[in-house]
């Protein structure tokens, strides 16, 4: 299925590479460099590239492309949704997904690809799995390997891979007992000019970081699970127990691990946290402009609005800013023409305002377009759905876990429109 992988930096170079069928040249990487050159932002590169004999399926993930190639027609999800595996998996390992770390542990890299993909087919990708067959490094595990000519490749086949529940290994054992869960929830919205929302939907997540002694069977369920739309599932839920009780039902891995996905696209349950009031204008006459912007608290349910900032793609005509801003700060970058205002905590009772005048190539002709405001904001301990666990408990063992869940709402493609 996938022939080759490749893991480009950010800069557009290929740092690495790993073939399992033949051989491609790297030259095949040309169309996808085209594609990068044509896309504003990394993330606007198209993940699915047609070439005469190939399609190259890419993913953007903590500033690196992860592209494969792919010589005959597959599902593109499928592929997408393993190049993700292969991210999750170097985090899970060394902490980060960065280039650094990958040149630096670059044997494990191969060692983990070689296991993750067999003949081009996926094999394991499991963390639990792969931890047992592929130690994780350690400083100590480094220098006995060096001095003893050993690898990181265990000598046993994983105890799990011979289960029904290949996603946990067996014997696992914990002093301390705990389960802990995070509901994370990301939206996206278009809020136009006079402040009515265009568009909105969330897009949800589960992490769940368990750390149990022996087979534990967990079952959660939630006080309104009527509010989500889409959902998928780690492979360990039960989905008929999901379908006909709404409820998830699972044994779980061993360790951190995503629990499952969901979306609310319905805009009357999507609540818009902040209101944003401004008026940003260039004049016929005189190369100026104004920009007058505040924000305040809309929907928070009671909780405070953290790292809040405005990121503005000014016209290229845009020279300079002069502005004053009565909360945070602000800085404009003349290379890239992005304004950003960085706010940090909102404070309900004196709102944040930026305003002043921003300055324009003389001779250049007014702008016909306005930008938009990128919003990003962070509010703990509040799922603006509205999404509640009620209840989270444990069978099969006779201990009792700590347990907690906790909540976290932040922008994604947050956007207002002047």
């Not at 000019?193 to 897009?203: D, L, M, P, R």
């Not at 079952?219 to 127990?241: A, E, G, I, Q, Y």
């Not at 349950?269 to 912007?293: M, S």
């Not at 404009?332 to 004196?350: E, M, R, S």
Request: charged share 20%.
């Amino acid at each position: 299925m996938i022939h080759s992988l490749f893991l480009i930096n950010h800069a557009g170079d290929i740092f690495l590479e790993k073939h399992w069928k033949s051989v491609i040249s790297r030259s095949v990487c040309d169309y996808f460099f085209e594609a990068k050159e044509k896309a504003v932002e990394p993330e606007n590169v198209p993940p699915v590239l047609q070439t005469p004999h190939h399609y190259l399926i890419s993913i953007y993930r903590d500033k690196l492309f992860f592209l494969s190639v792919v010589q005959t027609e597959v599902p593109p999800l499928f592929v997408i949704e393993f190049l993700h595996r292969v991210a999750d998996t170097i985090q899970d390992y060394f902490g980060e997904c960065s280039e650094s770390l990958i040149n630096d542990n670059v044997v494990t890299v191969y060692e983990l690809l070689e296991e993750m993909l067999d003949n081009g087919f996926p094999l394991a990708t499991e963390s639990n799995v792969l931890k047992e067959m592929i130690r994780p490094p350690t400083i100590l595990r480094s220098v006995v390997n060096t001095l003893t000519g050993s690898s990181n490749v265990g000598d046993k086949l994983p105890s799990g891979q011979l289960s029904s529940i290949p996603w946990r290994r067996a014997g696992v054992k914990y002093t301390n007992n705990e389960a802990y869960f995070d509901v994370i929830e990301e939206i996206d919205a278009i809020v136009d000019k006079s402040g009515t929302t265009v568009f909105a939907e969330i897009q949800g997540v589960i992490e769940a970081s368990v750390r149990l002694t022996g087979m534990p069977d967990l079952s959660m369920t939630f006080m309104n699970p009527s509010l989500l739309d889409d959902v998928s599932f780690h492979p360990c839920v039960r989905f008929k127990r999901w379908e006909s009780e709404r409820a998830l039902s699972f044994i779980p891995p061993d360790g951190n691990f995503t629990l499952m996905n969901y979306h609310v696209s319905s805009q009357n349950l999507v609540t818009i946290p902040v209101y944003v009031k401004q008026n940003i204008c260039f004049f016929e006459t005189g190369p100026c402009g104004r920009l007058d912007i505040t924000i305040g608290p809309k929907q928070t349910m009671g909780k405070t609005v953290e790292a809040l900032m405005v990121t503005i793609h000014m016209p290229k005509a845009v020279l300079s800013a002069n502005l004053t801003a009565t909360q945070g700060n602000y800085s404009y970058d003349l290379a890239t023409k992005v304004l950003v205002w960085d706010i940090g905590k909102l404070n309900p009772q004196k709102l944040p305002n930026l305003r002043g005048s921003l300055s324009l190539q003389s001779g250049a002709p007014k702008p016909e377009d306005n930008p938009s405001l990128n919003i990003d904001l962070k509010i703990q301990q509040v799922a603006i759905s509205g999404l509640k666990v009620s209840r989270l408990e444990m069978n099969g063992e006779k201990y009792k876990p700590f347990k907690g869940v906790k909540y976290l709402t932040k922008a994604g493609n947050f956007q207002v429109r002047t």
